[in-house]
């Protein structure tokens, strides 16, 4: 299949492999088989999507029920970056040759988090995920909650990073899973809002509403808004992941992430079994009330519905609502992050040591094994045809459809901007030459080896 990473006879083998590691396990060759698995999925999964294609991935995750799998090996990964990550980074004894591995595992919930947000938006597969759903919806809050407790007064992300000029090799991954967070957070709030379009449990509706008041916290989003900062003259959104400088003209544009809180608080606050669940007390009315500030004519001319979220607004203003109603409700509790964090109460100490000693001690020769895997998984075509946007010209800007036929890095719309470039390009293109013999080299020594 032209443009695909994965045929539907893989993609199916893959996804009735999906299995649950325990936390030891998180780094293992196994482990890293089934990462590679589901970063292809994953690729797989936007691709389908992006050209309105048939949807194979998500139906074979529907058929096989494996999205409960997904959900506990990203709560997995993030109980690891919370516990054991940052034991490893203390051990002094631990000075790995090469972090790569590391930051795969860092990346694993990333890779995960999109498949959901991918897969999320059709309700049946909502529906499939059974009780998992009440650990994704817990799941989707923790990151809400990090990401509007990470961001100041001026809508920036705030990270610690150190303040010597060079970082070790440790510090620069504490960098990078602090930076990936907040994409994993931006992930989690789509997620967020796909559950509220589409999940009639009433045990995930009392758990958004009643037990984490996410109302409240998307109101605290809004305030916020993490997604956009100013500059000294200029501001910036973040779009398609990453932050992009706006002109005066479209400021006031809708981005998608000010859309899915919208649209997760109008369903929240419309939905009648949402209305009859939710606590209107004085505390969540005050809070509320203020969203009527940020409705304007404008943002309303953009997403029309939030008019008829404009007018109950208004009523709650004048009105006191009546109480919840007292019912009767066995409430389900998420088992996944309270089944890990028992399982391995007060062995994260014993199992950072076993995994620098059994786990992220590979030897030079299977880094390059695992480097070169990544390396088919990560096609540079398929990976070109996922960016949301074409590439442009080096030299003018335009949106091109040829490459630098020696380094494969620099796209030209024809061959006059290519040959006008070129003075500026050399450099940088030997560079890359070079750098791609010597990986070429080493592939080839490494196989006769074998």
Not at 405 to 419: A, F
């Amino acid at each position: 299949m032209e443009g695909s990473v994965l045929l539907p006879v893989e993609a199916e083998a893959f996804i009735e492999s999906l299995e649950i590691f325990s936390l030891k396990d998180v780094g293992s060759t196994r482990w890293f088989r089934q990462h590679e698995h589901i970063e292809k999925l994953n690729m797989q999964a936007i691709l389908s999507a992006s050209a309105i294609l048939d949807e194979y991935i998500k139906e074979m995750l529907v058929s096989h029920g494996k999205i409960s799998v997904l959900v506990h090996e990203m709560i997995l990964t993030e109980v690891w970056k919370q516990k054991i990550f940052p034991i490893l980074c203390q051990l002094q004894d631990f000075t790995p040759k090469n972090t790569f591995p590391l930051y795969m595992v860092i990346h694993h919930e990333a890779t995960i988090i999109n498949l959901l947000e991918t897969i999320m938006f059709h309700k049946d597969s909502c529906e499939a995920s059974d009780d998992s759903v009440l650990d994704l919806v817990d799941y989707c809050h923790r990151k809400l909650i990090l990401l509007a407790a990470k961001t100041d007064k001026d809508g920036k992300i705030t990270h610690k990073v150190s303040g010597e000029a060079v970082m070790s090799s440790k510090e620069e991954l504490q960098v990078q899973a602090a930076e990936l967070e907040f994409d994993i957070s931006l992930k989690a709030l789509s997620v967020l809002r796909y559950i509220t379009d589409h999940t009639e449990s009433i045990r995930a509706i009392n758990r958004i509403l009643c037990t984490h008041n996410v109302p409240c916290l998307l109101v605290r989003l809004i305030e916020c808004c993490p997604w956009s900062r100013c500059t000294a003259d200029d501001v910036e959104k973040y779009i398609n992941g990453k932050w992009q400088k706006i002109p005066e003209e479209d400021r006031l544009k809708m981005t998608k992430l000010d859309g899915q809180v919208w649209i997760s608080l109008y369903n929240l606050l419309l939905k009648e079994d949402c209305q009859r669940k939710y606590d209107f007390n004085s505390f969540n009315k005050g809070q509320l009330l203020k969203l009527r500030s940020f409705l304007t004519e404008v943002l309303i001319d953009q997403l029309p519905n939030l008019a008829e979220l404009q007018r109950v607004l208004a009523h709650l203003a004048v009105t006191d609502p009546e109480l919840p109603r007292k019912e009767l409700v066995l409430e389900q509790i998420p088992e996944m992050w309270n089944h890990i964090m028992r399982e391995n109460s007060d062995k994260w100490k014993a199992i950072a040591k076993y995994q620098v000693k059994q786990t992220f001690n590979a030897s030079e020769k299977d880094l390059r094994l695992q480097a070169q895997r990544l390396a088919q998984t990560y096609n540079l075509d398929v990976m070109e045809s996922l960016l949301p946007e074409k590439p442009k010209c080096g030299c003018c800007g335009k949106q091109a459809a040829k490459r630098c036929s020696r380094c494969q890095g620099e796209w030209y719309c024809h061959r006059e901007c290519q040959v006008k470039h070129w003075p500026k390009h050399k450099k940088a293109c030997q560079l890359m030459m070079e750098a791609n013999k010597r990986t070429q080299t080493d592939l080839s020594c490494e196989n006769k080896v074998r």
